[in-house]
């Protein structure tokens, strides 16, 4: 069997297949929880985590499991991690734990993660399961925390309010006052301006992917029009 390279993972995770702007799955979270950069983060991280654990044991069983019960199986997997997750947060983060709520024990009916460990973590040895699962996590991640970020400037002209939920005391001093607003656009923290946001990202990446499939076109007729001329003498 032909495993993908590591660059067409990378190249699929952050870009070409991305879970969130192209593949479109977990827009329940992606919409609900990214109206501050700090909610974003720790989301993205706890499906990061989520999704690195549960391909890593999917790949580790895929030869013990019978096809029969498979997907109970790998159900069974994620909600183990994502209790380790919610345990974790607890910990050291409740706050941000409250803030997520039910968000966080919804990972568990995330497309993407059951979608990866179907899909590739049951077909694939270890090291291109775990590096698929931590592609696919950061590539999600990635958007969460752009749309967060863009959703919180917009809306409150800051950017990285209260990380100390996530990251300590010290964390608090973070906040970045970008710009003075007396009247924010405050669509854009609510849930409206998901969608808005959103939209615009999906947008902005099917242009840039338009562009670039025109230019590589453009290439290959420049290409495919030269002519070679043969000189020599013709006795």
Known sequence: MNHPSYRQLTLNGLWKNNPALVQLLGLCPLL????????????????????????TVVSMI?????????????VMII????????????????????????????????????????AFARKNPLPAAVYDG?????????????????RELLGTGALFADMQLLFGPDAAAWRWEIFAVDFPFLVAILPPGAFLVTGCLIALKNQIDLSISRKAQTEVKAVGSKRVRVTGTVS
Do not use: H, K, W
């Open 134 to 150: 931590f592609i696919m996590g950061m590539g999600f991640g990635l958007v969460l925390v752009l749309l967060g970020a863009i």
């Open 62 to 74: 895929r030869n013990i499991v019978s096809e029969t019960i498979r997907l109970p199986v790998f």
């Open 79 to 118: 909600a183990a991690a994502v209790t380790i997750t919610e345990l974790l947060m607890q910990a050291f983060s409740y706050e941000l734990y409250q803030i997520l709520g039910i968000f966080l024990p919804l990972i568990t009916t995330n497309c993407i993660i059951l979608g990866r460990a179907d």
């Open 32 to 55: 609900a929880v990214t109206a501050s950069t700090v909610n974003a983060l720790g989301l993205a991280a706890a499906t990061l985590f989520v999704l690195v654990v549960s391909n």
